[in-house]
């Protein structure tokens, strides 16, 4: 009786843990237990590697998509703090129009995730994609399938898909969005790079304008996507435009590099971290602006060959107003992309920086609780 009793609890144990073919890398057995419990309000974390998680306010974070190379410490340390983590999805779509080849790649992914303890995946494909087409209907069965096969072989666990700003067919991703939603848990809308097609005048504006923004959330609602399914994603991050040249009114002219389709994109200017910008600001020649059409703000620097140069970012302030926005309609949460872009020094002023951005994730209502 003692051995059956044994072979019971070693059994029990196995199955709560998901997988016996790898040992549990935490300190504590429990700690590599998949986290179920669903979160009223989801903050979902973009990382992309190395250490910057140990800063993360990890009282608001839900969720980690681990999107640099898999690290136990932070699976640990997530599971302690009862968020999860999931896996990043991405394969060409080309590849998986063979029902055999899509079934072979999710049962691939299944197999990782439980190998490393996690808690499901974040299916990022940002393709393009024609309506119709055999890859249309692939990627809708892919999230589908991906789901399903999660969902039975790790109970509990989480399915997301990353969508464009805008259901519009943007960058020519001309996806299913409403089935999409359906078979997945969350739809994480990444509202930003919004400037990726410039179809009017070739000239700087905000990576995510407000009206522009919340406009597409009402045209995903319009689709009959439960707002519960809708994550909320804002750029912890600006574009820094070379100006052609800068008008009397403080329009930059940039140049024109077309983008599927489009003759002008957010291309022409570069990528540039929340925590560069704060360093650069207030030493530029314009210090902070507000723009209030597009409630954005941004600033005008020259760089050491004195060409003008402006920088169009979100901050607390305009971050704030999309997540009020998440309150007042229902939508699940907030996330960002990325985590590792905030200044996580020693810093005072960068540290009230960095719990600034952390704050405005919530909403008003979410904040007085």
Known sequence: MLVVWLF????AQCLSLISCDTQCPCESQELCQQITVEKDFEVYVFDVGKKAWKSYDWTKVTTVAAFGKYDPELMCYA??????LVLKGDVHLSDIVDPANRTAWIAEKVDLAKKQFMDGINIDIEQQVEESSPEYYALTALVKESTEAFHKEIPGSQVSFDVAWSPKCIDKRCYDYAAIAESCDLLFVMSYDEQSQVWDDCIAMANAPINQTLIAYEHYMMMKIDPKKLV??????????????LSQEGVCAIPKVPFRGAPCSDAAGRQVPYSSIMQQVNNSMSGRMWDEVQAAPYYNYKDKAGRVHQVWYDDPESISLKADYIGARGLRGIGMWNGNLLDYSNN????????????????NQEKER
Do not use: E, F, I
């Open 232 to 245: 909320m994603g804002v750029p912890w991050y600006g574009y820094d435009y070379p100006c052609l040249n």
């Open 8 to 11: 019971l609890l070693t059994t």
């Open 79 to 84: 599971h302690s703090k009862g968020a999860r």
């Open 348 to 363: 005072p002023v960068a540290q009230q920086q960095t719990k600034d951005m952390w704050n405005a994730l919530k909403p």
